[in-house]
């Protein structure tokens, strides 16, 4: 027996079409498991074969199956020399594709809100899945890379995308979620086209920012301030030992008054790229490449995840903002600007308690809230006159001002000394 899968949607329109039509039916190899289309997919899987759609009862003798349709889109499949026309599993429309999730996300209203993404390494593309299986309707993709073979261990992608652009692979998980989602691609790099990131911010509902150096992120900074959208940040430090996330809203901090805090300049962060970490000054130019080598040192996908889990739940929660939904709760309790995860008792850590004897010591594996303050003379959100973006953007920030304390409560800030 084998099983055969159509689309609902496609049964719908061929029913009122007046003529017969032909599909491909892409079988994966061995499992006797066939998807019967009306429209070719873009990249094939599988042994491929002849589909003919058809009005009434008639096979059709030269097609490998023939899909019988009736006047309400209901399907049944015949393989050519078969007697039998088999059930078909039907996947259902874009209402029903997310009906499971109903009552906990308002599905209705995620469907029409358009997601910026920058950045698609091992955060921005499981970002952008997690956002799809959430029934996200529109994403604006933005990374000039390709899968690289040192990308995969944290990558969503596999071995057979190597060398693709990351845009193109990401679009594509994200159809094979949501098939009717709308994707458009920008394969740039921000730095060098603030039009294109400009423009995408003005019609973006939510920005998220996944890119691995502070230059990009100024200027996304800046394009949230400016154009007064909601954005979110995260990145891990060295070797994902920990890491943080960060959200813009119009009116509170900003990233710029995040980095100048004395807290987040004394994390190091994590270097997964020597060529691009060379590039932002995260490697000097003069360090040899075995030196240079030493100093890339990715952590485990597995210590990524909670600060992309994060980044997927304060984005659900900006996008579903004011509707009633399951998540709703969440708005009372994710109110602070930032949040600090910790994988591992290492380096900047060191101090903390054991996790099983922590009582109430700051530990490992749970999230931090950081009430981080506005800062009243941020060179970039500050109601005061602001300094120029241009090389003094970072000199703009003053070391004195820089020391705001965070509020993390006495014992963390102690430990991170
Ligand atoms: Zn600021």
Redesign the pocket.
């Given at each position: 027996m084998a099983t055969y899968c159509l689309y609902g949607e496609e049964l719908q329109r061929f029913s009122t079409m007046p003529e017969n039509a032909s599909g491909i039916a892409y079988e994966w190899e061995g499992e006797s498991v066939i998807h019967l289309r009306l429209r070719p997919l873009e990249h094939s899987f599988g042994i491929v074969h002849s589909v003919r759609f058809v009005h009434g009862s008639e096979p059709d003798a030269d097609a490998d199956f023939t899909v019988f349709v009736d006047a309400e889109g209901n399907a049944l499949v015949r393989k050519r020399g078969s007697q039998d026309a088999e059930e078909a599993t039907i996947i259902p429309a874009k209402e029903n594709l997310y009906s499971r999730s109903k009552g906990l996300i308002e599905v209705g209203i995620l469907e029409g809100k358009r997601v910026l993404i920058i950045g698609l390494g091992s955060f921005g593309s499981q970002i952008a899945v997690e956002l799809a299986k959430s029934g996200v309707g529109e994403f604006s993709l933005m990374d000039f890379d390709r899968v690289e073979l040192h990308n995969l261990v944290r990558h969503t992608a596999s071995l057979n995308d190597l060398g693709r652009l990351k845009t193109d692979f990401v679009r594509e998980t994200i159809l094979g979620k949501n098939p009717y989602a709308k994707v458009d691609m920008f394969p740039i790099n921000i730095n060098e086209h603030l039009d294109i990131l400009e423009c995408e911010v003005r019609k973006a509902d939510l920005v998220i920012c996944a890119t691995d150096n502070n230059q990009s992120r100024f200027n996304i900074s800046e394009a949230l301030?400016r154009l007064q959208k909601v954005g979110i940040f995260g990145r891990a430090i060295t070797r994902a030992e920990g890491g943080d996330v960060f959200r813009y809203r119009p009116g509170g901090?900003?990233?710029?008054?995040m980095i100048?805090n004395q807290w987040y300049k004394d994390m190091a962060e994590e270097i997964t790229n020597e060529a691009s970490a060379r590039k932002n000054g995260q490697i000097a130019a003069y360090t040899s490449p075995e030196d240079a080598d030493a100093m890339v040192q990715v952590g485990l996908s597995s210590d990524i995840e909670p600060m992309c889990n994060m980044m997927v739940k304060l984005s659900l929660v900006e996008l579903s903002r004011g509707s009633e939904s399951g998540i709703s709760s969440l708005e009372e309790e994710l109110s602070f600007p930032a949040y600090m995860w910790v994988n591992r008792r290492e380096r900047h850590y060191k101090g903390f308690a054991p996790f099983n004897k922590c009582a109430n010591m700051p530990t490992i594996m749970r999230w931090y809230g950081i009430n981080l303050p506005?800062?009243e003379h941020?060179?970039?959100?500050?109601e005061k006159p602001r300094l120029s973006l241009g090389e003094d953007f970072l000199k703009g920030i003053d070391p004195e001002l820089s020391r705001i304390n965070t509020d993390f409560g006495d014992d963390v800030e102690e430990l991170l000394k």
């Amino acid at each position: 027996m084998a099983t055969y899968c159509l689309y609902g949607e496609e049964l719908q329109r061929f029913s009122t079409m007046p003529e017969n039509a032909s599909g491909i039916a892409y079988e994966w190899e061995g499992e006797s498991v066939i998807h019967l289309r009306l429209r070719p997919l873009e990249h094939s899987f599988g042994i491929v074969h002849s589909v003919r759609f058809v009005h009434g009862s008639e096979p059709d003798a030269d097609a490998d199956f023939t899909v019988f349709v009736d006047a309400e889109g209901n399907a049944l499949v015949r393989k050519r020399g078969s007697q039998d026309a088999e059930e078909a599993t039907i996947i259902p429309a874009k209402e029903n594709l997310y009906s499971r999730s109903k009552g906990l996300i308002e599905v209705g209203i995620l469907e029409g809100k358009r997601v910026l993404i920058i950045g698609l390494g091992s955060f921005g593309s499981q970002i952008a899945v997690e956002l799809a299986k959430s029934g996200v309707g529109e994403f604006s993709l933005m990374d000039f890379d390709r899968v690289e073979l040192h990308n995969l261990v944290r990558h969503t992608a596999s071995l057979n995308d190597l060398g693709r652009l990351k845009t193109d692979f990401v679009r594509e998980t994200i159809l094979g979620k949501n098939p009717y989602a709308k994707v458009d691609m920008f394969p740039i790099n921000i730095n060098e086209h603030l039009d294109i990131l400009e423009c995408e911010v003005r019609k973006a509902d939510l920005v998220i920012c996944a890119t691995d150096n502070n230059q990009s992120r100024f200027n996304i900074s800046e394009a949230l301030v400016r154009l007064q959208k909601v954005g979110i940040f995260g990145r891990a430090i060295t070797r994902a030992e920990g890491g943080d996330v960060f959200r813009y809203r119009p009116g509170g901090p900003c990233y710029v008054c995040m980095i100048g805090n004395q807290w987040y300049k004394d994390m190091a962060e994590e270097i997964t790229n020597e060529a691009s970490a060379r590039k932002n000054g995260q490697i000097a130019a003069y360090t040899s490449p075995e030196d240079a080598d030493a100093m890339v040192q990715v952590g485990l996908s597995s210590d990524i995840e909670p600060m992309c889990n994060m980044m997927v739940k304060l984005s659900l929660v900006e996008l579903s903002r004011g509707s009633e939904s399951g998540i709703s709760s969440l708005e009372e309790e994710l109110s602070f600007p930032a949040y600090m995860w910790v994988n591992r008792r290492e380096r900047h850590y060191k101090g903390f308690a054991p996790f099983n004897k922590c009582a109430n010591m700051p530990t490992i594996m749970r999230w931090y809230g950081i009430n981080l303050p506005k800062n009243e003379h941020c060179s970039l959100c500050s109601e005061k006159p602001r300094l120029s973006l241009g090389e003094d953007f970072l000199k703009g920030i003053d070391p004195e001002l820089s020391r705001i304390n965070t509020d993390f409560g006495d014992d963390v800030e102690e430990l991170l000394k």
